[in-house]
T-cell receptor, first 115, second 111 residues
Framework: EAEVAQSPRYKITEKSQAVAFWCDPISGHATLYWYRQILGQGPELLVQFQDESVVDDSQLPKDRFSAERLKGVDSTLKIQPAELGDSAMYLC?????????????FGQGTRLTVV | KQEVTQIPAALSVPEGENLVLNCSFTDSAIYNLQWFRQDPGKGLTSLLLIQSSQREQTSGRLNASLDKSSGRSTLYIAASQPGDSATYLCAVRGSQGNLIFGKGTKLSVKP
């Protein structure tokens, strides 16, 4: 069964260091999302891609976060420098295409701890 | 701005009980609503997707209903089992394409 792949599963980093997460969506899915989930809260959107283009990054803290999806397939989310408040679960999701009433599928997430 | 609320925040029931989880949203202009399950420290597993034109969807012991005009959805779980223990999240999708989530209901089913 096709899955959204994320790596690493867990990451511990020191404050002010750089950290990167990788996501490989389900094959053929044009829409890719990065969400952040703080413990006890629902996921909140950071950035949405349609193919290689950013559709929505209004909630992305652009002074320290960046995201790219260069070939419209896999994607990388980077934080530099990491802050204590960035400790959270980072979830990637994909859908076949934007605008269609299709189901979103999520990966297992990357649990980030900033110390 | 769309807001999604889930009640209750936590629920504990004995095995075998039928239960209902509630989800409400403030803007009825949605494309669809999706229910997810999340186990501790894990990602989200999609349970049911209801399109805005539908009233309900069923999968096994799960039944989700949608009343778009009143901004409400319910997830009904029949004959609950300890393996159903998890956090249940509902999310609505609007024209922008992204999902807006509630904070979830943490369900505990006691043997």
């Amino acid at each position: 069964e096709a899955e959204v792949a994320q790596s690493p599963r867990y990451k511990i980093t020191e404050k002010s260091q750089a950290v990167a997460f990788w996501c490989d969506p389900i094959s053929g899915h044009a829409t890719l999302y990065w969400y952040r989930q703080i413990l006890g809260q629902g996921p909140e959107l950071l950035v949405q891609f349609q193919d290689e283009s950013v559709v929505d990054d209004s909630q992305l803290p652009k002074d320290r976060f960046s995201a790219e999806r260069l070939k419209g397939v896999d994607s990388t989310l980077k934080i530099q420098p990491a802050e204590l408040g960035d400790s959270a679960m980072y979830l990637c999701a994909s859908r076949p295409r934007q605008g269609a009433r299709t189901e979103a599928f999520f990966g297992q997430g990357t649990r980030l701890t900033v110390v | 701005k769309q807001e999604v609320t889930q009640i209750p925040a936590a629920l504990s029931v004995p095995e075998g009980e039928n239960l209902v989880l509630n989800c409400s949203f403030t803007d009825s202009a949605i494309y669809n609503l999706q229910w997810f399950r999340q186990d501790p420290g894990k990602g989200l597993t999609s349970l049911l997707l209801i399109q805005s034109s539908q009233r309900e969807q069923t999968s096994g012991r799960l039944n989700a209903s949608l009343d778009k005009s009143s901004g409400r959805s319910t997830l009904y779980i029949a004959a609950s089992q300890p393996g159903d223990s998890a956090t249940y999240l509902c999310a609505v999708r609007g024209s922008q394409g992204n999902l807006i989530f509630g904070k979830g209901t943490k369900l505990s089913v006691k043997p």
